[in-house]
């Protein structure tokens, strides 16, 4: 599964390396399963925002989907 | 779950088993669904009820002298329903759909001599399964009495039809000069009915012996009999028609060389074990027809509301749960059985399997006692076992009661005692919804017996309605170890799952409810109106300290007003079997029907219970507002949030060790969370102490965002089996919490796209 999840407002900095985000492949992990996600990501540190949308969206769906809840 | 088991557990339930028309009736028509159906005026609806089960149905719905109405209960209410008029009144308004199905012809031939309606029945039960069948019948044209009938009960032309429909189903008729032996001497077919409902010449019938009653084999291989009763017979139409639809049955088993008796349900007269509540049914009188022999059709309609559609459904009508899912328990053991049968693919049932409360409310409506509690509670142990339980359903509750379990468990004897006779076990959310009135009510406990220890912990409850066995039987070894090291002291407990765990898994330790002692100061309290009391599910088998707990209420002199469903019978607030877990807006409707059975103020002495409860709006008190003057809190004080009980059973703890709370480093960060975000927390099971250890991490160099332009700032730490994000500003020194999330799903490595 390949998705793009990128939020409309890409103006975040990474604090520790105060280097702006920049759409990035991200690997998601999830009971075993793994997708990769197109997101925001620190180009020195790799660190990930997840946007609230998203986590409570997309990312919900798939884990319940996953989870046959 | 075996299939056996299925089997088991479908048997227990008995909604589907025919209401009394239907059993009453000797071709089991489904009264019921008629009735229904003629009520909403669907007559032609009605007539293809009817066609499902009856032959003939032109001259059978018109004659049936309705033994059904012997056993219908509408009887001891205003009277049976009519069904015989109805099913008239249906007949004569309807036309017929003319063509009846045929299976495909067979080889082998039935022979009837004699046309009167046994005989006609077996014609038509056999001609549709495809039999070639030749009716032999006297000069004057088939039919024996219903010829004779006047025509207001049976007019010709209807007996024309019926017989016309005969032929097109491959029925020849054969007219004789007499209905006598040498007929079937001379040719039996491959197997031969002998009506006697028709003038057979004595020579034929001094020769037939009675037959079986239940099968109507004569001894002779291939011969059949029926048509029997007698001239004035009340039910002569239906018996005569009976035989023949039960004889059809034997000569088609007879021919297909199957047993004429195996696996036979034999009639029911009036039989079921269908159970009804009828304490709620009002008498209704018969409709009196004006014309005495046909209701119009206004009257047929009038009649056939009358019908009090039986139906058990005894749990349905008080589960929100069970009517939720829009059938019963038979149906749902299927649906749980199909859910663990389910190798790959979607558990369609998991939601439904984890949404039980199970309170036990079911089985003590049951007539059958059937358990819903303990058909979804062995599914869910199944899942952990099988490793496909949804890891979110059960996750919060457990991370509480682990929570209260370590960090804010403690045992100890009174201050300034060295063993306990006994040991108060308020239960982790009495501690945490009301830490000042457990220590309240401590002090009292130890007013009446000095040597009285504090055991704050939690039961175990989450672990054993989560189904996680393993988890609970560990935790149920950590609780053994920790009385015995007391000195094996009687347990009291405040909490009812708490008795219910301890009596039902820790069978060696004597417990009993707090309730149950003379609790009472003889302090004057607040006089107040009649209260709602509403007994914790966990209660239901627990009938001394439901009656303790009244006790002290009168005692105090407070009155109660009444509440339907309580004591046994008494309903879940909406917390048990960890349903929110599972289905949080189930849970929601399950507390407000709750709510809404009472007008005025609700007691309980579950703390969980009261803020389940108060989550609606609705006034509650605990029965520890009343008890102690000195620590009453409101009816209408919002519910604690679970950050406030985590608080608040850290500050317990405090309190017992005569200590400050021992601050974890993220506490001395300054939070300013405004109500709406705290709702939003509450919600979305966000802790505040959730929150601090997020910032803490961040603020040590853990994962950090800030926005390019207008100052917000987002900070995220995996904690547990979740990972959180908080979204917030720093306004002088203090963090202004905006938004909080969580997902469990987790980040794995990454580079530039
Ligand atoms: S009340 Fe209705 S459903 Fe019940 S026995 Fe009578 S006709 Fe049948
Ligand atoms: S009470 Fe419920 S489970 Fe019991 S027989 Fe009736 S419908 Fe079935
Ligand atoms: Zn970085």
Redesign the pocket.
């Given at each position: 599964m390949s998705l793009r999840f990128l939020p409309q407002d890409m103006n975040w900095i990474c604090r520790p390396c105060r280097e702006p985000l920049q759409p990035g492949m991200v690997e998601l992990h999830y009971m075993g399963n793994v997708f990769k996600v197109e997101l925001p990501v620190c180009p020195k540190c790799g660190a990930v925002l997840i946007a609230e949308e998203l986590a409570l969206g997309r990312m919900l769906e798939v884990e319940q989907l996953l989870e046959d809840k | 779950m075996e299939q056996q088991e299925l089997r088991h557990w479908e048997a227990r339930c008995i909604q589907e088993e025919p209401?009394?028309?239907?059993a009453g009736c000797p071709l089991g028509v489904d009264?019921?669904s008629f009735?229904r159906t003629m009520a909403r005026e669907d007559l032609a609806g009605a007539r293809a009820i009817l066609e499902k089960t009856m032959p003939l149905i032109g001259i059978v719905g018109r004659l049936c002298e309705a033994p059904?109405e012997q056993?219908?209960?509408?009887r001891e209410f205003g009277g049976?329903?009519a069904?015989g008029g109805l099913e008239r009144l249906c007949l004569s308004s309807v036309p017929g759909r003319g063509k009846i199905l045929r299976l495909p012809a067979r080889p082998k031939k039935v022979r009837i001599l004699g046309s009167g309606p046994s005989s006609l029945t077996v014609a038509f039960d056999l001609a549709k399964k495809g039999y070639p069948v030749v009716l032999l019948h006297l000069a004057d044209g088939p039919g024996a009495w219903l010829r004779d009938l006047p025509e207001s009960a049976l007019p010709t032309s209807v007996l024309q039809e019926e017989l016309a429909r005969l032929v097109t189903l491959g029925v020849t008729f054969q007219p004789v000069a007499d209905l006598d032996a040498s007929l079937y001497a001379t040719d039996a077919g491959d197997a031969c009915y002998i009506g006697q409902d028709d003038a057979l010449t004595p020579d034929l019938r001094t020769m037939l012996e009675a037959p079986d009653p239940m099968t109507f084999a004569l001894a002779g291989p291939g011969l059949f009999t029926g048509g029997l009763c007698s001239v004035g017979h009340p039910y002569r139409l239906i018996t005569d028609v009976s035989q023949g639809r039960e004889a059809a049955v034997s000569i088609d088993r007879y021919l297909q060389g199957a047993s004429l008796t195996a696996s036979r349900v034999p009639l029911r007269h009036g039989q079921t074990d269908l159970f009804?509540e009828t304490k709620d049914v009002a008498v209704k009188m018969r409709i009196v027809a004006a014309d005495p022999a046909n209701f119009t059709r206004q009257e047929a309609v009038a009649e056939a509301d009358r019908?009090?559609?039986?139906q058990c459904l005894e749990c349905v009508k008080h589960c929100v749960y069970l009517a939720e899912y829009g059938a019963y328990p038979k149906t749902y053991a299927r649906r749980v059985y199909n859910n663990s049968a389910i190798v790959k693919g979607i558990h369609q049932a998991n939601r439904f399997i984890n949404s039980c409360a199970l309170c036990g409310q079911c089985e003590t409506l049951c007539p059958k006692n059937f358990s819903m509690a303990e058909l979804c509670l062995d599914a869910r142990r199944l899942m952990v076992r099988e490793n496909r339980m949804p890891a979110s359903a059960h996750w919060f509750a457990l991370l509480e009661m682990r929570a209260a379990a370590s960090e804010t468990a403690l045992v100890r004897h009174a201050p300034d005692k060295t063993s306990s006779q006994v040991i108060f076990f308020p239960g982790c959310q009495l501690a945490g919804i009301r830490p000042d009135q457990t220590l309240r009510l401590y002090a009292r406990l130890r007013e009446l017996q000095a040597e009285t220890g504090i055991w704050l912990d939690c039961c175990g409850a989450p672990a054993h309605w989560a189904g996680r066995e393993e988890e609970f039987s560990q935790f149920r070894d950590r609780l053994a170890g920790i009385w015995d090291s007391m000195g094996r002291p009687q347990v009291l407990t405040a909490c009812s799952t708490c008795l219910k765990i301890f009596r039902e898994h820790l069978p060696e330790i004597t417990v009993a409810s707090v309730w149950t002692l003379p609790l009472t100061t003889g302090a004057k309290g607040v006089s107040r109106p009649a209260l709602a009391l509403t007994d914790p599910c966990t209660s239901r088998h627990d009938p001394a300290t439901r009656q303790a707990v009244r006790a002290l209420l009168t005692a105090m002199g407070q009155e109660l007003a009444p509440l339907a469903m309580s004591g046994e019978l008494t309903e879940c607030c909406g917390f048990g079997g960890l349903m929110e877990g599972a289905d949080p807006a189930l849970a929601r409707k399950v507390t407000a029907a709750r709510v809404a059975q009472a007008n005025g103020v609700f007691l309980t002495y579950c703390a969980m219970c009261r803020d389940q409860l108060a989550k609606t709006g609705k006034p509650v008190l605990h029965l520890l507002d009343l008890l102690f003057a000195d620590t009453t809190h409101p009816a209408d004080e919002a519910p604690a949030s679970l950050s406030a009980r985590r608080a608040g059973r850290r500050l317990l703890k405090a309190k017992s060790l005569e200590e400050l709370p021992t601050d974890e480093p993220w506490e001395k960060l300054s939070l300013t969370i405004a109500a709406p975000v705290a709702a939003l927390l509450e919600e979305r099971r966000i802790l505040v102490d959730d929150i601090r250890q997020v910032l803490f991490h961040a603020a040590g160099g853990g994962a950090s965002f800030e926005h390019g332009a207008d100052g917000r700032r987002l900070a995220s730490a995996r904690l547990g089996e979740v990972t959180f994000w908080v979204e917030y500003r720093l306004v002088s020194e203090s963090y202004h919490i905006e938004r909080c999330w969580s997902h469990r799903m987790t980040i794995g490595g990454g580079g530039e796209s």
């Amino acid at each position: 599964m390949s998705l793009r999840f990128l939020p409309q407002d890409m103006n975040w900095i990474c604090r520790p390396c105060r280097e702006p985000l920049q759409p990035g492949m991200v690997e998601l992990h999830y009971m075993g399963n793994v997708f990769k996600v197109e997101l925001p990501v620190c180009p020195k540190c790799g660190a990930v925002l997840i946007a609230e949308e998203l986590a409570l969206g997309r990312m919900l769906e798939v884990e319940q989907l996953l989870e046959d809840k | 779950m075996e299939q056996q088991e299925l089997r088991h557990w479908e048997a227990r339930c008995i909604q589907e088993e025919p209401p009394l028309c239907r059993a009453g009736c000797p071709l089991g028509v489904d009264g019921r669904s008629f009735a229904r159906t003629m009520a909403r005026e669907d007559l032609a609806g009605a007539r293809a009820i009817l066609e499902k089960t009856m032959p003939l149905i032109g001259i059978v719905g018109r004659l049936c002298e309705a033994p059904c109405e012997q056993y219908c209960l509408r009887r001891e209410f205003g009277g049976s329903i009519a069904l015989g008029g109805l099913e008239r009144l249906c007949l004569s308004s309807v036309p017929g759909r003319g063509k009846i199905l045929r299976l495909p012809a067979r080889p082998k031939k039935v022979r009837i001599l004699g046309s009167g309606p046994s005989s006609l029945t077996v014609a038509f039960d056999l001609a549709k399964k495809g039999y070639p069948v030749v009716l032999l019948h006297l000069a004057d044209g088939p039919g024996a009495w219903l010829r004779d009938l006047p025509e207001s009960a049976l007019p010709t032309s209807v007996l024309q039809e019926e017989l016309a429909r005969l032929v097109t189903l491959g029925v020849t008729f054969q007219p004789v000069a007499d209905l006598d032996a040498s007929l079937y001497a001379t040719d039996a077919g491959d197997a031969c009915y002998i009506g006697q409902d028709d003038a057979l010449t004595p020579d034929l019938r001094t020769m037939l012996e009675a037959p079986d009653p239940m099968t109507f084999a004569l001894a002779g291989p291939g011969l059949f009999t029926g048509g029997l009763c007698s001239v004035g017979h009340p039910y002569r139409l239906i018996t005569d028609v009976s035989q023949g639809r039960e004889a059809a049955v034997s000569i088609d088993r007879y021919l297909q060389g199957a047993s004429l008796t195996a696996s036979r349900v034999p009639l029911r007269h009036g039989q079921t074990d269908l159970f009804t509540e009828t304490k709620d049914v009002a008498v209704k009188m018969r409709i009196v027809a004006a014309d005495p022999a046909n209701f119009t059709r206004q009257e047929a309609v009038a009649e056939a509301d009358r019908c009090l559609d039986c139906q058990c459904l005894e749990c349905v009508k008080h589960c929100v749960y069970l009517a939720e899912y829009g059938a019963y328990p038979k149906t749902y053991a299927r649906r749980v059985y199909n859910n663990s049968a389910i190798v790959k693919g979607i558990h369609q049932a998991n939601r439904f399997i984890n949404s039980c409360a199970l309170c036990g409310q079911c089985e003590t409506l049951c007539p059958k006692n059937f358990s819903m509690a303990e058909l979804c509670l062995d599914a869910r142990r199944l899942m952990v076992r099988e490793n496909r339980m949804p890891a979110s359903a059960h996750w919060f509750a457990l991370l509480e009661m682990r929570a209260a379990a370590s960090e804010t468990a403690l045992v100890r004897h009174a201050p300034d005692k060295t063993s306990s006779q006994v040991i108060f076990f308020p239960g982790c959310q009495l501690a945490g919804i009301r830490p000042d009135q457990t220590l309240r009510l401590y002090a009292r406990l130890r007013e009446l017996q000095a040597e009285t220890g504090i055991w704050l912990d939690c039961c175990g409850a989450p672990a054993h309605w989560a189904g996680r066995e393993e988890e609970f039987s560990q935790f149920r070894d950590r609780l053994a170890g920790i009385w015995d090291s007391m000195g094996r002291p009687q347990v009291l407990t405040a909490c009812s799952t708490c008795l219910k765990i301890f009596r039902e898994h820790l069978p060696e330790i004597t417990v009993a409810s707090v309730w149950t002692l003379p609790l009472t100061t003889g302090a004057k309290g607040v006089s107040r109106p009649a209260l709602a009391l509403t007994d914790p599910c966990t209660s239901r088998h627990d009938p001394a300290t439901r009656q303790a707990v009244r006790a002290l209420l009168t005692a105090m002199g407070q009155e109660l007003a009444p509440l339907a469903m309580s004591g046994e019978l008494t309903e879940c607030c909406g917390f048990g079997g960890l349903m929110e877990g599972a289905d949080p807006a189930l849970a929601r409707k399950v507390t407000a029907a709750r709510v809404a059975q009472a007008n005025g103020v609700f007691l309980t002495y579950c703390a969980m219970c009261r803020d389940q409860l108060a989550k609606t709006g609705k006034p509650v008190l605990h029965l520890l507002d009343l008890l102690f003057a000195d620590t009453t809190h409101p009816a209408d004080e919002a519910p604690a949030s679970l950050s406030a009980r985590r608080a608040g059973r850290r500050l317990l703890k405090a309190k017992s060790l005569e200590e400050l709370p021992t601050d974890e480093p993220w506490e001395k960060l300054s939070l300013t969370i405004a109500a709406p975000v705290a709702a939003l927390l509450e919600e979305r099971r966000i802790l505040v102490d959730d929150i601090r250890q997020v910032l803490f991490h961040a603020a040590g160099g853990g994962a950090s965002f800030e926005h390019g332009a207008d100052g917000r700032r987002l900070a995220s730490a995996r904690l547990g089996e979740v990972t959180f994000w908080v979204e917030y500003r720093l306004v002088s020194e203090s963090y202004h919490i905006e938004r909080c999330w969580s997902h469990r799903m987790t980040i794995g490595g990454g580079g530039e796209s």
